[in-house]
């Protein structure tokens, strides 16, 4: 038997319920989707659109083992880690190869490539698989909101672009308005931009969609970072007791939490939480970050030497500068962080074949 239920999140108020006792053959999963989507609608009094009918309708893949390996993909992605998004995009790669035109695979990709880009892999490397990846779920698919959302953000993150990545992410959210991809990305192209408020409110939005996103919770531009960015530390406190609940064994929410406490002054609780996500990923972006803990709390001899230590790193794994320029700026050595930044925008064709130097926040 299955049982599907619908429940408001925020007011923690049941719904709809409804039971299928019945033995299903695997092809018919498609069915029984489009049958709860349509009962649901009718639950809630909705009408839907003829677009809104036809996207329900269709079916993305014929192939189920592709669908079941998009579906494992998927869950890397949620995992929020390196080894998830890794992970995630040889689930795509095994789904594309089983169906060639499963555009929502494509979109997948393009998802783990744009998130692995200035963290593990260096952005002329991941971005350019971000866009195929992007540009292919359009062609297969223009009207999934995701392949939109994935080319504008390389739009605004990789070409500078920012008028026609805020043209596909609007198109995104055209499209699908309860997507939460498209509503994090456009957060954070506000974010971006300077306009906090707006960017919170259209993460919750994505919250009140999917509570438990991680992308929503802990990741790049998301709350945690946005809080940062916006200066509200306690608020970015707060959230990252939220995130640290939600994602016990991930570092992001950790580092959050850290730099929020940091942010607001409570520098030896800040130091102590960083040193816990230390002990779950030590990857050089990780230290950076702990370096400018570290200089920000008072202890510059600390945070000298482990600065020069993830310079030397840097010199053997790629890494995103910037981390390194922010703990310089912090040590009050605005000559060494200008050198940093111009690293940062450097093209260095040796960093192109290595990988292995970041992690997630």
């Given amino acids: 038997m299955i049982t599907f239920q619908l429940i408001d999140a925020s007011l923690d108020e049941h719904l709809w319920a409804e039971s299928y006792e019945r033995v299903l053959e695997p092809a018919q999963i498609f069915d029984v989707q489009r049958d709860v989507a349509q009962r649901i609608a009718a639950s809630l009094e909705t009408r839907l659109t003829p677009e809104e009918e036809a996207r329900i309708a269709s079916v993305p893949t014929e192939d189920l083992e592709a669908y079941d390996l998009y ?189 929020a406490l940091v942010g607001a002054g409570r520098f030896d609780d800040g130091v102590r939480v960083l040193e816990e996500a230390l002990r779950l990923d030590d990857s050089p972006v990780y230290q950076a970050w702990f370096a400018w803990a570290l200089a920000e709390s008072g202890r510059e001899p600390e945070a000298r030497a482990l600065l020069s230590k993830v310079e030397e790193i840097s010199d053997r794994l790629y890494m995103c500068k910037y981390e390194i320029a922010v703990a310089h700026v912090t040590l009050g050595q605005a000559d060494a962080a200008f050198e940093w930044l111009d690293r940062a925008f450097e093209v260095d064709e040796q960093e192109e074949d290595v990988g292995g130097g970041g992690s997630q926040t």
């Fill in 71 to 259: 579906l494992r993909g998927r869950e890397g992605i949620q995992a929020g880690t390196i080894e998830g998004f890794n992970m995630a995009i040889d689930y795509f790669d095994q789904a594309i190869g089983r169906d060639p035109r499963y555009a929502p695979a494509y979109a997948g990709k393009a998802f783990a490539y744009a998130n692995l880009s200035n963290v593990t892999l260096p952005p002329l490397v991941a971005m350019p698989e971000a866009k195929d990846a992007a540009r292919r779920a359009m062609e297969l698919d223009p009207d999934l909101a995701e392949a939109h959302t994935w080319m504008g953000f390389a739009h605004i993150h990789f070409d500078w672009d920012w008028g026609a990545g805020e043209l596909e992410l609007r198109k995104a959210l055209e499209l699908n308005p309860n997507s939460t991809e498209a509503l994090w990305a456009y957060a954070g192209y506000l974010t971006l931009r300077g306009e906090f408020d707006q960017g919170l409110a259209y993460l919750e939005r994505a919250r009140e969609i999917d509570p438990s996103s991680f992308l929503v919770e802990s990741a790049f531009m998301g709350f945690q970072f946005t809080y940062f960015l916006a200066r509200r530390y306690e608020d970015g406190i707060a959230e990252g007791a939220r995130a640290r609940e939600m994602f016990p064994n991930t570092p992001g929410p950790l580092f959050g939490l850290g730099i």
